[in-house]
């Protein structure tokens, strides 16, 4: 199962994506969750420690490592550089284990935009093809607002891309820019999560703007998860039942396709 999951900021993406992660897991998966997400919240949202946290050096920051693999240096333009790196072993290198989860945090390339022709960005691209279409694990992506990270080499590796919505008109917008964007480098199948649900009005939103079968089901607005997010544990942590089957249903969706 390879997954990726977008749609705009401060929707619940990094809850959704820990939430599978965690929950592959004790469903007795091996699995790889790659933090693609520039706000690198994923980590908090799997209940690594922020004193670990504070130790996790994303991909785009390790200098040495990118200009080992490309040959160039880093942050320079005009240079030759490898365009296909080495990077089968960095996942397994970088990754850091946490309640049964890998996770491989990739960090933004701030120099010349996100696409830019640099090592670093070369570095990445090649890494996520990599992690898409040569691993075996489950494998669980926090993305961006965009797509930006995956490429037209790389979509028939996924799965599945959910879009995290909220009950706003732009939250709407995004997801249908998303899809647009998702449909142009040949992806097919998306799904949708409503989230921070609040009242029966707040899902008739999100539902008239989807499709049925577009949609794999609705989270609540609930004290639970921002408890979670204010104390820094792992969303699944003391989750009451009715909440945890929420996440368990859309997993199974997911399961069987």
Known sequence: MKLAISGKGGVGKSTLAAALALLLVRRGRTVLAVDADPDANLAASLGIPAAVRERIVPIARQIALIEERTGAQAGKFGQMFKMNPDVADIADAYAWRHAGVALLVLGAVTRGGGGCACPENVLLKALVSNVVLHRNEALVMDMEAGIEHLGRGTTHGVDTLIIVVEPGQRSIETARHVKTLGAEIGLRRFRV?????????????????????????????????????????????????????????????????
């Open 193 to 257: 999560v409503g989230n921070k649900i609040t009242s029966p009005a707040d899902e008739a939103f999100v539902r008239a703007a989807f499709r049925d079968e577009e949609l794999l089901g609705m989270i609540p607005y609930t004290e639970q998860l921002r408890g979670a997010d204010r104390e820094g544990r792992s969303v699944l942590d003391d989750m009451q039942p009715e909440l945890l089957q929420k996440f368990e249903d859309i997993l199974d969706k997911l399961e069987k396709g």
